[in-house]
């Protein structure tokens, strides 16, 4: 290899020593990773600044070998960030890359920056240093979603709709409450990631391939360097396991769930049937052959898109004999990917949220005739003293007998003829019966009522100010 300057020429494996024979190129490409790692450069050479200065202050490699590494890898740093020097695709992996290029350049000082550790515990490192820049990012597209949809829910608190149980119609509720649903999930799921992150706030290095090193590492010294809270507990388990990458793609699978079930509604609603909602021309598409379609195309791909996060989570899971093993270089494209998916499916939905039209006329008119009044007629009975199962029945006989009737809802019998199914009903049943009565009088914590939905989206405000992990790592 050449040394000085500039790319090194593809070099040779880092394993090269031990093997008279080499993989094929086909089989070499196979088993290389740089196509996916190459985003970890970045944190790959933090770590290795971390690493090297500890090697000096140890007196493990001579100190100005120490600086040397260390200002050569600041320069790669730079020279990646500015494209003077590009990540060579034929490189193994993103480790491999950047200990060629210091090698390449300069020489036997390049050579000593490996010593006391493993590619196994580096690219454990590398995984948790990127997820900590790209978690708080993610959380913060969580949280301006929820902020939308909190601003949207609170615009349509008094909007009356049916609230739905097997897509059939169950009970009156506000558009608002259901938004605000949706930003329940939503804000879960920034709780998690805080969680995760919570939990990945250990540094491997110097774990080594799995048994750590018989050098004398300072383990807290680059723990710290490196702004973790310490070092990790046990060096098999540091290698070995990627729970922390397992639950952030469930994380990131739970979020893709929950958007693809409100894309579902946005779907249904979108519908000329329903035509609870409009999209708007700048979030819908059209079709190539009917003139007339304005097609939810975003909401069912936001839909579509659950199936390959859950993919991905299943790619990470299998039974690996202890410690590393080759299996677990998949978890970072899987990752990668489930993160990423996440980061655009909540952009996209969260600017189809926000332009969203909807017909609140439409949805309250639905409030009639599907005997959404049902359960608030059997409640006015338990308030009159009746057990809620005979409220039950009666209702359900009153019901059936509106049906067979051609009558659309329980106010359409006149109190005389209510009397005969229960001497307990008065006049003030009448007022109870409508859809916002029905609404304003579920005012329990929880409910649907305004000044009650009011409180629960003051309180997601407040936990988008300082959620589980928020202080420690922004956002
Ligand atoms: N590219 C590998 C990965 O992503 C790095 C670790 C390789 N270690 C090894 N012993 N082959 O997991």
């Known amino acids: 290899m050449t040394e000085g300057q500039g790319a090194p020429r593809q070099a040779s494996p880092l394993w090269a020593g031990r093997l008279a024979e080499k993989p094929g190129r086909e089989a070499f490409a196979f088993q290389a990773s740089i196509a996916v790692d190459r985003r970890l450069a ?12 500890m090697l000096g202050a140890r007196g493990i490699v001579p100190a100005e070998t120490a600086e040397a590494l260390d200002a050569e890898l600041a320069r790669i740093s730079g020279e990646l960030e500015s ?19 210091l090698t390449a350049r300069l020489g036997d000082r390049g050579r000593a920056v490996h010593a006391g550790r493993s590619r196994n515990d580096q690219v454990a490192l590398d995984t948790r ?103 990790s507990l046990n060096s098999m388990d540091s290698v070995a396991d990627r729970d922390f990458a397992l639950e952030i793609a469930a994380a990131c699978a739970i979020i893709q769930t929950h958007l693809s079930r409100f894309c579902e509604d946005i779907v249904i609603w979108s519908s000329e049937e329903w035509g609870f909602v409009d999209l708007g021309e700048a979030w819908s598409t059209g079709s190539s052959i009917m003139p007339q379609k304005k097609n939810p195309d975003f909401a069912e791909l936001i839909r579509g898109k659950a199936g390959r996060s859950v993919g991905n989570l299943v790619t ?43 017909d609140t006329g439409r949805m309250e008119a639905a409030c009639a005739g599907g005997f959404l009044e049902a359960t608030d007629a059997a409640e006015y009975l338990v308030k009159k003293g009746m057990p809620f199962r005979r409220a039950h029945e009666t209702v359900a006989v009153i019901v059936r007998d509106c049906i067979a009737a051609g009558q659309r809802g329980i106010a359409q019998r006149s109190l005389e003829e209510l009397r005969a199914y229960s001497p307990l009903f008065g006049e003030d049943l009448y007022p109870a019966l409508s859809p916002r009565q029905a609404v304003r009088a579920r005012d329990l914590p929880g409910g649907p009522d305004s000044g009650e939905l009011k409180r629960q989206i003051g309180v997601l405000r407040e936990k988008l100010g300082d959620g589980p992990g928020a202080s420690a790592h922004g956002v």
């Open 42 to 53: 970045q944190d790959d050479i933090a770590g290795s600044r971390a690493h090297v200065a």
């Open 83 to 101: 494209g003077a020097l590009e990540i060579d695709p034929r490189a193994e992996d993103i480790h491999s890359f950047v200990e060629g290029v």
């Open 129 to 231: 240093l990127y997820l900590r820049r790209v978690l708080p990012e993610l959380r913060a597209e969580l949280a301006r979603t929820v902020s939308v949809l909190l601003d949207r829910a609170e615009e349509h608190a008094g909007s009356v709709m049916p609230g739905y149980t097997h897509l059939q119609r169950a009970q009156p509720v506000s558009l608002g409450h259901w938004l605000c649903a949706w930003a329940c999930a939503l804000s879960r799921d920034r709780e998690r990631l805080g969680d995760a992150l919570g939990r990945l706030d250990e540094c491997p290095l110097g774990s080594g391939a799995l048994a750590g090193s018989t050098l004398p590492l300072d383990r807290e010294a680059v723990a710290k360097a490196l702004g973790f809270r310490r070092p």
């Open 316 to 358: 990470l899971l299998k039974g690996l004999p202890y410690a590393y093993d080759k299996d677990l270089q998949e978890d970072k494209e899987a990752l990668f990917d489930s993160l990423d998916t996440a980061q655009s499916c909540l952009r996209i939905f969260r600017g189809m949220a926000a332009a969203a039209r909807f």
